[in-house]
């Protein structure tokens, strides 16, 4: 019968000997049910969120106050238990080799600069440019628009902004590289003219090679993702006020998967207290 069965002969000897025995059933954990209705309270609010985000979140407070912090895996469990967990996700494409690498060293060796659109409802779109930090991932500059698109001067105003938030000044002390694509707006010969002010080094990525700025292509997967689909986008002026919101979101909350889990600003504050110990 074993064999027919396709078990181990001990089973059914056990099941005969010990009928009152009852199955085991799910793990659970004493703190199980608290943990999960703050797991609930993020899930309800970040939608978009799996489970390593979800324990990131907890563990950081944790953290703060000194508690030891939460096994993702128990958060993966408990969140299995519940059906909060996402789809996963099977596309599979192909992709050019990319041998280069796009993250770079240290902060404010290299930032990437490109523009994405935001569909509203009632048929308006914004336009929104950033310019984001390629070690730290920090989002420095924005510009956002309901006009025909991103023009240059909005390019070359942002490449200020980006310098005079870094660097206190108008000037950076070493070159830093501004990595875009081949768009209109930061092809532009006064555009390349003027990065030479701020001391920046405008470079381009290759036509239709995503993969040379990949922390770019990051981001822009993480707004569609994560602040456009789970809100709301009646028109363009109610998107316009909620940029400022989401982009200090990004900046300050959202746990990176590359950052070790952590937001960019802790990323930063990381770094400074650390050079601020040992500044060689």
């Avoid at 953290?63 to 993966?76: D, F, H, W």
Wanted: aromatic share 6%; glycine share 6%; net charge positive.
């Amino acid at each position: 019968m074993a064999d027919t069965l396709g078990v181990a002969r001990s089973n059914p000897v056990a099941q005969l000997r010990h009928p009152e025995r009852r199955r085991r059933g799910p793990y659970r954990r004493v703190g199980d049910d608290d943990l999960l209705a703050d797991i609930r309270a993020i899930a309800d609010a970040r939608p978009t969120y799996g489970y390593r985000r979800v324990a990131a979140l907890p563990n950081r407070a944790r953290r703060t106050s000194g508690e030891p912090p939460v096994n993702r895996k128990r958060v993966l469990r408990l969140m299995r238990q519940a059906s909060l967990l996402l789809q996963p996700h099977t596309g599979r494409r192909p992709i050019r080799t990319h041998e280069g690498t796009a993250v770079a060293p240290a902060s404010n060796r290299r930032w990437a600069s490109d523009g994405f659109e935001i569909p509203c409802w009632n048929g308006e779109m914004v336009r929104v440019a950033f310019a984001i930090d390629a070690h730290d991932r920090e989002v420095i500059a924005r510009v956002a628009t309901v006009g025909a698109g991103i023009s240059g001067e909005m390019v070359r105003d942002m490449m200020l902004e980006c310098v005079e938030r870094r660097f206190g000044a108008v000037r950076a002390p070493e070159p830093v590289q501004w990595l875009a694509d081949n768009g209109s707006a930061y092809a532009a010969a006064e555009t390349v003219d003027f990065a030479t002010a701020p001391k920046l080094v405008a470079r381009f990525t290759p036509v239709r090679s995503p993969e040379s700025n990949g922390v770019r292509e990051a981001f822009v997967k993480t707004v569609k993702r994560d602040y456009l689909r789970a809100n709301p986008r009646p028109d363009a002026i109610s998107v316009l006020q909620q940029l400022p919101a989401r982009f200090e979101d990004y900046n300050a909350i959202h746990p990176h998967s590359g950052l070790r889990m952590l937001s960019p600003r802790e990323l930063i504050a990381q770094q400074s207290a650390t050079q601020a110990v040992c500044p060689v």
